[in-house]
């Protein structure tokens, strides 16, 4: 392909995880397999919400949200990766390289926002559970979550509009298994330096502001159970953050231990990436369903109310 910009370059070639030849098809039933636990698992908890009442509370409000996000966010590059393992073609349409990348970096941030959410939702009803109704208002909620939805699309359009205003080189190969925004910021020949300084800002503040609310939040429970130490308070505080704070350490857990002992930078960004799209997001209805009595309750009971309509 000739040198040019963006309007000659016509398509990128993915080339995928690196995988032996010899075990596409193990790994292509592998991650068919994990996408479709992480659809189907994320779709369950989103119906049990819906259908029990006694999960219409903030915090499954706010689990709903999540687990939509987490069908949304391996939808947006696992499908394409299979097809491209499955048919051996690795193209991908300029055009839909950009929608993969603002679409990534939509249902990234809003991960990260719909976490920091709960998190706050967990220390009003640790710290203030006498006021926690008052506080956590139904429209509190609703514009909690729309402000996530809000500020995760609109951040993610400077970042796509100014790629797509950079020319590219006769290489359109990426070394990835989808459009990341390194990876094409590599093979640009143009002058990028105001995108790297518009993702170093703006991706810093995306994450700098939902850490500093989910640590500020643990910091607050913690003090307060430590202020008067018991097993009823730290069963009652477990009960409540348990799932909540093992999402989030894997969630961040595993970008700083992949980025802290990985010894290559590709594969840190192509396991980061796994992690990111594939693993938590499966990994997400299975620790809320399992440490989760509410959950339990309504899964039995729509098996029970399954197997009556059958029965019937």
């Known amino acids: ?33 994990m996408y479709l636990t992480t659809v189907l698992g994320n779709l369950l908890i989103i119906l049990l919400i819906r259908l029990d009442s006694r999960l219409h509370t903030p915090m499954y409000f706010f689990l709903s949200h999540l687990a939509f996000s987490d069908i949304c966010l391996p939808s947006v590059t696992v499908p394409k990766m299979l097809m491209n393992m499955h048919t051996w073609q690795q193209s991908i349409p300029y055009v839909g390289c950009i929608f993969q990348l603002y679409f990534l970096l939509v249902f990234g941030g809003l991960d990260n926002f719909l976490l920091a959410v709960m998190a ?23 514009l909690l979550v ?29 070394t990835h298994f989808f ?12 002058d990028n330096s105001l995108n790297k300084m518009v993702i170093f800002t703006e991706g810093g503040m995306l994450l700098f502001l939902p850490l500093t609310v989910i640590f500020g939040s643990y910091i607050h429970i913690g003090s307060i159970i430590l202020k008067a130490p018991s097993t009823k308070r730290l069963l009652k505080a477990f ?3 348990g799932s909540h704070l093992l999402v989030v350490s894997l969630y961040y857990g595993t970008l700083v231990g992949v980025y802290l002992f990985s010894s290559s930078w590709d594969s840190k960004d192509i396991i980061a990436s796994v992690m990111y799209t594939v693993v938590t997001p499966m990994l997400n209805p299975f620790i809320y369903s399992l440490s989760n009595r509410d959950i339990k309750q309504a899964l039995e009971c729509l098996s029970i109310g399954l197997k009556k309509l059958i029965c019937q």
């Not at 706050?120 to 609703?142: K, S």
């Not at 459009?179 to 143009?190: F, N, P, R, V």
């Open 1 to 33: 392909m000739r040198p040019g910009n963006q309007s000659s370059m016509s398509e990128f070639l993915l080339l995928g995880l690196p995988i032996p030849p010899g075990q596409q098809g193990l790994f292509f039933a592998l991650f068919l397999g």
């Open 120 to 142: 706050y939702d967990r220390y009003v009803a640790i710290c203030h559970p006498l006021h926690y109704t008052t506080i956590m208002r139904e429209e509190l909620c609703a």
């Open 146 to 174: 729309a402000g996530s939805w809000i500020i995760s699309c609109a951040s993610a359009i400077l970042p796509t509009l100014l790629l797509v205003q950079l020319s590219f080189c006769a290489n359109n190969v990426i």
């Open 179 to 190: 459009c990341d925004i390194s990876m094409l910021l590599k093979l640009s020949c143009s």
């Open 239 to 241: 009960s409540t953050c």
